[in-house]
């Protein structure tokens, strides 16, 4: 018994660490724009079967995860430029319902392209199982949790050690204030789409030779990305990468515990009970009522 | 939103549209083929559930992305009772309404804390939860749902798909004469006043929580009532058919007719339908290798550029070219 519920925890760091990379593209867009956007899981998704895609017709691996991640971020850029941006001047709930239809455009784009066979991808590197204690971890887990250190230090070393990442922080802190500055708002706001998804790009890409790439992973993978962003707090990058592995630990041991279906349902009974009784997250700082 | 905040019609005159609109629908029935009276039944019940989100959506400046799931509550209970109580529909058509409502009552206590961003969150996931809860549950049906529901009677005549259409119809015009009625009363002026601004519209005196939770719990008997004619008018349901996708559809109609209108709820769901059957056969054509769910792509493309190029829906442009 000890030794399933062994083996559901480290299934959940595995994707707990995906859903962090999700999550990471989620507080990077709501700090520098106050915008939740719902597509954040389609940009994993291009980023997963473009890979997949380039590789099952022959391209070497890490170059078809290169190309993957550039056409995640022009994709991430587009979004921005051709969807957000001419509607700057929109309210809350018209800018939510944009995101929405970004989601479902998307999901159909990849629909068009690829068709609804699950594409695969070779793992990165070769090799047995990884075994930690006596519960097992396919070798691609390693590439996973390696890509989630190197964007959470990557970022970590932006904010806090960078010039503009600094201005960035100033910008969120006080938009009309930095703006006098001449901190250039509009510029991070694009930048900030980019970046969540090169991000989420990559998480697709890393995620894909587990689970193999379908059309319609965004959603599922975007939810969990959500809940995990709420859950470590929507203004805290470091929150994103608790919340992420909190959450896949929990689904995979209530799918295993209860039943597979339950695993999503587990993800947004935290969801709202983080809502309700903790709205700032874990990690979060500040009390926003938005 | 802004705009037009309180329509010039009279509540008589949405009431004589609204029956207009039904004996319309009772004369069109006898003409057109089976498969079109499907589609209006189909319209219909779209209609009807996005009335009840713009209520929710429009009027109150509030946010569902779950609404699908309130439809399903409708069906679930209508079916569950048809098949295994062996209740007739017109009395599961009162309980989906009645369920619906009161599963809306309990979530108003965690959804309508919270605004904007964290609603729309909040509303999704709740649907998604209810739609886990009606795969795992095996009393109804589990994934694989209902099948054979009865339908509705009247004495010893059984609804065919003329009847439904009908039915449907006259569904929305109490819905819409319903609605009207809502909206020009000093309840229907609170909601735009919340709309506007909650902190003000307190100060004012309006009790916006209350307020709020009677127009999401309104909201999801529309849903309940479309959910449980669609139950017995398909004769057939599984989970699949109250999805997210189902939800954003709702919204998408809410957004094409114009979120603060009524009428633009009947123009939204019959634009929405049209579009699916004209991609539906046009799209395999130009694209022999289009499957699946394509639809959304075109779906999501055009509820971005109306929301850039007209914000405020049909109806907004049809009202500013009366005036």
Known sequence: MIAQLWQYVLAGVVVGAIYALIAAGFVLIYQVTGLINFAQGEFAMIGAMTASALATSGMPVFEAAAIAVLVASVTGALCYLLAIRPARAATGVTLIFITLGLDVALRGLGLFVWGTNPLSLPAFTGGAAITVFGGVLPPQAMWVLLTDLLVFAALYLFFRHTYAGTAVRAAVANPPIASTFGIPLRTFAFWSFVAAAAIGGLGGVVVAPITSATYDMGLTLGLAGFVAAVLGGLDSLPGALVGGFVLGIVEKLAGGVLSTGWEQGVGFLILVLVLVLRPQGLLGRAVRRA | ?323
């Open chain 2, 1 to 323: 939103m802004g705009g037009v905040l309180v329509s010039r019609a009279s509540p008589a005159a949405y009431g004589r549209i609204a029956l207009g609109l039904v004996l319309l629908v009772a004369v069109l029935v006898w003409f057109l083929p089976s498969y079109y009276t499907g589609l209006l039944t189909q319209i219909g019940l779209y209609a009807l559930v996005t009335i009840g989100l713009n209520l929710f959506m429009g009027y109150a400046g509030q946010v569902s992305l779950g609404q699908a799931a309130f439809v399903g509550i409708g069906a679930y209970t209508s079916a569950a009772l048809a098949v295994k109580g062996h209740v007739t529909p017109w009395v599961g058509l009162i309980a989906g309404a009645l369920v619906a409502a009161l599963v809306a009552y309990i979530l108003s206590f965690i959804a309508l804390r919270l605004r904007e961003n964290l609603l729309a969150l909040a509303t999704l996931a709740l649907g998604i939860v209810i739609n886990v809860v009606f795969n795992e549950w095996e009393f109804i049906g589990g994934s694989s749902g209902f099948k054979d529901i009865p339908g509705f009677a009247l004495g010893t005549f059984t609804f065919d798909q003329r009847a439904y259409a009908i039915l449907a119809w006259a569904l929305v015009a109490i819905g819409i004469w319903f609605a009207g009625n809502v909206v020009r009363s000093s309840f229907g002026r609170a909601l735009v006043a919340i709309s506007a601004g909650e902190l003000g519209a307190q100060t004012l005196g309006v009790d916006s929580e209350r307020l709020k939770r009677q127009t999401f719990v309104l909201s999801a008997v529309y849903a309940g009532v479309a959910g449980a004619v669609y139950a017995s008018s398909f004769s057939y349901i599984d989970p699949s058919s109250f999805s997210f996708l189902l939800s954003v559809n709702f919204v998408l109609m809410s957004v094409i007719g114009g979120i603060r209108s009524m009428w633009g709820a009947v123009i939204g769901a019959a634009v929405v339908v049209a579009l699916g059957q004209v991609l539906q056969n046009v799209v395999p054509v130009v694209l022999p290798s289009a499957r699946g769910d394509f639809q959304s792509f075109f779906l999501g493309v055009i509820l971005i550029a109306m929301l850039i190029l007209l914000p405020r829906g049909i109806t907004s442009r049809l009202r500013e070219a009366r005036a």
